[in-house]
């Protein structure tokens, strides 16, 4: 379809009807060796399969406002140059261990306001220069202790709108040397456990937990939390 398009660098297709991406389109024996960036935001997509993508110099790649409910675990495996990866706004429920394996370069992911209640073990293994994580307005409920390991870089991670009930000592310890900003407003924490959960973030920036279910706060909750300059604790309205 694309093969004549030599000197392509940017894709939009947005808006259309597209159900579905047929293996080789943007294959990596296509002719699009210079495309950086494809934008498939508001279409009808309903699945990605396995290396449906092999565009190894694409940077920047627009999945938003589909119908995603499934993505094959290496689909983007082969864009060995990605950087920014945007999967708001679909059916996801489930992440699985190898979904972004291959994305050493990546810096930013969104994927807000989708259904996931499963962050499979070592999913974001790998993603050694991301910068930004938005898993807000989904279904979690807990978090495994490494389920940010591996993420040496991160500085703003978003869990805000989920359901998340309790949060382990090791939960962000991974995280302590680079996070900045972590919102965590409007999930069900009550407050127990909190410092334990904190206590490795020393650099932190800024902190959000509004709009949960706290009744109360250890003494000791925010002592670990000693770069923090901004703190919201406010109820909901």
Do not use: M
């Amino acid at each position: 379809t694309f093969d004549a398009l030599v000197n392509l660098s940017a894709l939009n297709l947005s808006r259309n009807r597209l159900r579905a991406i047929e293996k080789g389109v943007f294959g990596s024996e296509t002719l699009l060796s210079k495309l950086t960036k494809l934008d498939l935001t508001e279409n009808q997509l309903e699945q990605i399969e396995g290396e449906c993508f092999g565009l190894a110099n694409l940077t920047e790649l627009r999945l938003d406002a589909n119908n995603l409910g499934s993505i094959a675990n290496g689909a983007f495996k082969a864009c060995t140059n990605l950087e920014l990866l945007y999967l708001g706004q679909n059916r996801l429920e489930r992440l699985e261990s190898a979904v972004f394996e291959g994305l050493y370069r990546l810096k930013e992911l969104n994927l807000s306001e989708n259904r996931i209640g499963t962050i499979d073990e070592n999913t974001f293994d790998g993603l050694e220069c991301l910068d930004w994580l938005d898993l807000s307005t989904n279904e979690l409920v807990s978090l495994a202790e490494n389920t940010f390991s591996g993420l040496s870089h991160l500085r703003t991670l978003s869990l805000h709108s989920n359901r998340i009930n309790t949060l382990t000592p090791g939960t962000f310890a991974h995280l302590g040397s680079t996070l900045n900003y972590l919102d965590l407003g409007r999930n069900e924490l009550n407050g127990a456990g909190l410092q334990q959960a904190f206590k490795h973030l020393a650099s932190l920036d800024k902190l959000n937990v509004s709009e949960n279910f706290i009744g109360y706060l250890e003494p000791d909750t925010f002592k670990g939390l000693t770069g923090l300059s901004e703190l919201v604790v406010a109820a909901a309205q």
